[in-house]
Antibody
């Protein structure tokens, strides 16, 4: 089955770190751009970060730039989000999502994982 | 940053009736607009990209339209399974931004 599965969420203290992973299966991961999104409890969707298929192009939301780092390992079919200096406002479900392979950079996302919950609290 | 504004916040529609959701961008995004459906406990599902191209498996009762700054998602004959949150998202500029969502309820 074509799918994305996130892991690595949990409870972190303010100022702490977490590393999220996203495992891709049954598609050619190395051909696709990838994104991280998040959704705080009771709130809407927020784009967090983008990485191109070859990792040459990376973008971040202003709210996480300088604290979060997106990366990927195409040999392992995996996407990562290293989250440092966590704040209470980073509490959210984090989703990885695949950009459609249309040739347009940063295309809409046609495959999403089920999400992993990150809670930042003392 | 492009601000996306959706209206109404909540829409209550009887089964079989039409639902019309609006999305407005603070500046032109061309046709680089996606619609997503989200149900409780589930991941978002892509409905439309480039404003009006239906994603794989999306029923024909869903229609996306618009360009520039004004976009519409129409559900022609609402079914019970269409009860969900609907979000528009622009992907013309960075950062990618979403509207705040429209909740569609079955009356």
């Amino acid at each position: 089955e074509v799918q994305l599965v996130e892991s690595g969420g949990g409870l972190a203290q303010p100022g702490g770190s977490l590393r999220l992973s996203c495992a891709a299966s049954q598609f050619t991961f190395s051909s696709y751009e990838m994104n991280w999104f998040r959704q705080a409890p009771g709130k809407g969707l927020e784009w967090v970060s983008f990485i191109s298929a070859s990792s040459n192009t990376i973008y971040y939301a202003d709210s996480v730039r300088g604290r979060f780092t997106i990366s990927r390992d195409n040999a392992k079919n995996s996407l990562y989000l290293q989250m440092n200096s966590l704040r209470a406002e980073d509490t959210a479900v984090y989703y990885c999502a695949r950009g459609m392979a249309t040739g347009y950079v940063g295309e809409a996302c046609d495959l999403w994982g089920q999400g992993t919950m990150v809670t930042v609290s003392s | 940053e492009i601000v996306m504004t959706q209206s109404p916040a909540t829409l209550s529609v009887s089964p079989g009736e039409r639902a019309t959701l609006s999305c407005r961008a603070s500046q032109s995004v061309g046709s680089n607009l996606a619609w997503y459906q989200e149900k409780p406990g589930q991941a978002p599902r892509l409905l439309f990209y480039v404003a009006s191209t239906r994603a794989t498996g999306i029923p024909a009762r869903f229609r996306g339209s618009g360009s520039g700054t004004d976009f519409t998602l129409t559900i022609s004959s609402l079914q019970s399974e269409d009860s969900a949150m609907y979000y528009c998202q622009q992907y013309d500029n960075w950062p990618r931004t979403f509207g705040q969502g429209t909740k569609v309820e079955i009356k």
